[in-house]
């Protein structure tokens, strides 16, 4: 276990660390809406004070960047595992024994490096150690570390940046309160609940929510989240989501940027732990609704095996070793893992295998092989892969989390307007502030930022709709196709035009005969949705 914690108040330059790291300053946003705000701040700059226009310049910074996606969850929930699943390389330690001490940013890099952000603003690089993983020994005491960025030239990363954190309810306050930070809530909110064997000790209430300045630097980074969550759905995990959607504008904490994984799928005692995970990740979801878009559910050992080029060769050749043996030995050998020493398996590639795959990745290795021997190396990684439910992760992340990122970013920085406003030390800037954003909200444009916002109200619960109308509006702000965003596949143009007219005028009689007040907002919101729509597809746009 790494040692040491990390506390304290710190200097770390607001400017954060990408002017500072000596990788290329990143280049304009990549989508409209984000264009649309960076425009707007180019615009206002010139009228603000000095401390605002240096506040602005790290909003439009963040603007420009990759999506800033966060992987939390309580302690030893597989947090590191999912990360480097995702990323395709193991670099960031994880093992029952080492706890993630540190919050650390992965992000794309020309070269690979760690830099250590020190609480006093400083910073120093070290290269990964000799298996590729962040080092352990980072140079200095680990109260001087604010956060670490860790750069590769891995090309998942050139989209998004992925950040590991520390786990909540750790016996380490310092890093559990990054982590919370990082989530936007209290100090210590996980505390009290934490179970046998996990419960802190700490009075971190009282501790209070003192946050160190390397803390609050990652927190304005997070954009999205992915939240670990093991079999049970613990008060605290809703807790800490409740805290990430707390923290800033609904809009930026929108639960449609939240998706919760239910990890360690393989470890659920059911006959068939694969539909087990299934229907439990189905339940969460259900439970979570308020709180996350989705849970889906994980083996993150398999994967983070499959993805990461852990699972070699040799791995492979000593698994149709063991779908040689007589069924009925074959069957022995999986009653337990203490069972798993027989003499037909070498010690060594054993407690490797129930490393990377742990006992029932063996098994359902075994048996793929058992039921076709022919499987190569590669067919049987990628039949793992597939069973550990990881491709529907990485299209989430790769395909959902990157198509939504100019939304995403776009809204976050939005309500960072309202933050910078709201902070202004002088009046002037914060009229100018929010008379820019105003006049930006009110270009057609910019409409797509209110559906965001109103289908962040809707799905977090603050603004209570019927279920069919809040599955209407998920679909509008977030479909791909025209025939998506109006839940209706197949249909032809002609069909769609109509479809769009017809929701336009419902949800306008709603907003006018049958809502509250707050539904009526919202309504004249996705009204407006539905008639922009109808009159991209009149005008013949895909
Ligand atoms: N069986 C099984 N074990 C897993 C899975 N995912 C992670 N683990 C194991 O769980 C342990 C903790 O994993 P980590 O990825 O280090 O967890 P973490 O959430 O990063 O832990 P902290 O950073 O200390 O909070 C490790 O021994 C992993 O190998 C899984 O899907 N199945
Ligand atoms: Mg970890």
Redesign the pocket.
Known sequence: MRDGTVAGAAAVHPLGPAHASGEPTQGAPGGPLGRLVAETCARLRPYLSPVSAARLDEVTRRLAGPLQLAVA?R????????VNALIGRRVAA???R???RLVTRFQYGTVDRVEVVRTDGGRHTLPYDAEGLVPADLGVEPDRIAYLDAYLTSALLASVTVIDT??LA?TDRASARRTEALLGGPAGATDASAGPGEAGTGNAAAAGPQLDAGSQAAIAQAEAVLY?LTQTTRADDAEALAAFQAYSAPQAASPMNAVGLL?????IAAPDPVAAARELAAAQARALRHRVSDVLP?????AEATETGQFTESDAELLRQLARLEPASRELLFYSADLFVRPEVPVGGRARLLERL?LFGVRQAVDLIAANPGLTTGELRHRLAAQSGFPALRELVDHAFRRRADGIKASVALAALDLLAARAPVPADRTRIRDAVEELLQRPQAHQLRLLEAAALVSSGTVPMPADRAVELAALVSGETAAEQLGAPGADREALCGRALERAAAWRSFATFGATPAQSRVAHQVHRGFFLLWQRLAAGAP
């Open positions: 969850g302690i030893k929930s597989g947090k590191s595992t999912v994880t093992d029952v080492e706890c993630t520390p786990g750790s670990v990890n360690k799928a393989d470890q994980l083996a993150g050992l398999v742990d």
